[in-house]
């Protein structure tokens, strides 16, 4: 199969014959039908097809001046693509020799983008002073600095090129030393690892605003090591946000906490949590006990309590009404009953007005193996 195709060799014009022009015409077209369905089988092989390379069309068109080049359609005046730029500086360079007697005519604008790496280092003086009573007041830090040796704008770029640009540790630390930042091994770990509460806290206060503002989402999860051990992150999001979090399981328990992030998490018992129930096939005596019912717990142990007292001990019956109780505390929080899941179809996802997306739904489409050119374009239509 890997063998080199071998060549014709040439004919002589004496040699042509009617037969052997027939002959040569036959095997040109048996070639074409070869190497087409060697493309057919390597495509449905899924393997790497050769590239469909359309012709250049430069000869065909017309010459400079032609009819063909003056019907086309004229380009408008040309849009600066520096104009919305910030000027930081503005230098005047006269010509080298002025002949006396020229006039000014005006600055022809030349934009050079730039940007510089270089420290910033700030000696604060705090002034102190004896008060007339003896005692020593002093002058305060920033509060953005307060206790640290490093600004804000280097702990953002430190941030920014570990989490973002996936920068590792060992070569962060000599990036930033060449640049002149003393700093040690052990304070780069700290900034990165530790004191992350106001970071934590604005994620959170992300997804509690973007699910204020939101009539959907898309949710996903994936498996991924946290800590050291095997885990899962999932995510939450649309065109206005996008949420992560680190998580232990994949259960619909989980995701529901997930969309209390932000807020406490309440396991409330109300019209909606007990209409869930009813719809997952809860049993009817419990159903009819937790109908006459009303409780908000805001505590996973307090509730996994007050279920034991309640006398619910099956695991079944324990992880519907828990995930009732949930569902009955997002709603209390404001969460719309309509509001809808976008998801690939997996069961922790099918809460509220639960939809399937489409990139999912496109991934099943693009296993189909098309027989002829009609279901091609049919998958390539419904992919498009």
Not at 129 to 154: A, H, N
Not at 208 to 232: E, F, P
Not at 269 to 288: H, R
Not at 297 to 326: F, M, S
């Amino acid at each position: 199969m890997n063998s080199p195709k071998p060549e014709l060799p040439e004919i002589n014009k004496e040699d042509r014959t009617p037969l052997v022009d027939v002959l040569l015409e036959m095997l040109a077209w048996q070639q074409k039908q070869i190497d087409e369905l060697a493309q057919e089988i390597l495509k449905l092989k899924g393997e790497t097809t050769k590239p469909k390379i359309k012709p250049s069309t430069m000869d065909k068109e017309g010459a400079p001046g032609s009819d063909d080049s003056s019907s086309k359609r004229k380009k408008g005046p040309r849009r600066s693509k520096k104009g919305n730029l910030k000027i930081d500086e503005t230098q005047i360079i006269q010509p080298d020799e002025i002949p006396e007697g020229s006039r000014f005519k005006g600055y022809q604008d030349r934009v050079i983008q730039d940007i510089t790496f270089q420290t910033h280092n700030i000696r604060y003086r705090l002034a102190e002073y004896i008060t007339p009573e003896g005692l020593t007041i002093l002058g305060q830090l920033p509060e953005d600095i307060q206790g640290g040796s490093f600004g804000k704008s280097l702990i953002a770029f430190i941030l920014y090129q570990y989490h973002h640009q996936h920068v590792t540790q060992p070569l962060l630390l000599e990036q930033i030393r060449d640049l002149g930042v003393d700093i040690s091994s052990g304070k780069l770990s700290y900034i990165l690892t530790e004191d992350l509460d106001d970071f934590h806290a604005e994620k959170d206060e992300l997804l509690k605003t973007g699910l204020s503002v939101s009539k959907y989402i898309h949710t996903d999860d994936t498996g991924a090591r946290h800590k050291g051990q095997n885990g899962y992150c999932t995510h939450i999001g649309n065109d206005f946000f996008a949420w992560f979090s680190s998580t232990e399981s994949k259960s619909r328990i989980n995701f529901l906490n997930c969309l209390s992030q932000g807020k406490t998490t309440l396991y409330t018992l109300n019209t909606g949590a007990i209409e869930y129930m009813a719809q997952n096939k809860l049993s009817v005596v419990i159903l009819a006990t937790l109908e006459n019912i009303s409780v908000c717990i805001n505590t996973a142990p307090d509730w996994c309590e007050w279920l034991d007292q309640q006398g619910i001990v099956k695991p079944r019956h324990r992880k519907i009404v828990t995930e009732g109780a949930l569902m009955g505390g997002l709603l209390d929080q404001g969460i719309s009953s309509d509001f809808s899941i976008i998801s690939d179809d997996a069961g922790q996802f099918n809460v509220f007005d639960h939809a399937l997306c489409w990139i999912h739904a496109e991934r099943v489409i693009n296993r189909l193996i098309p027989l002829n050119d009609s279901h091609t374009k049919a998958v390539d239509d419904a992919r498009d």
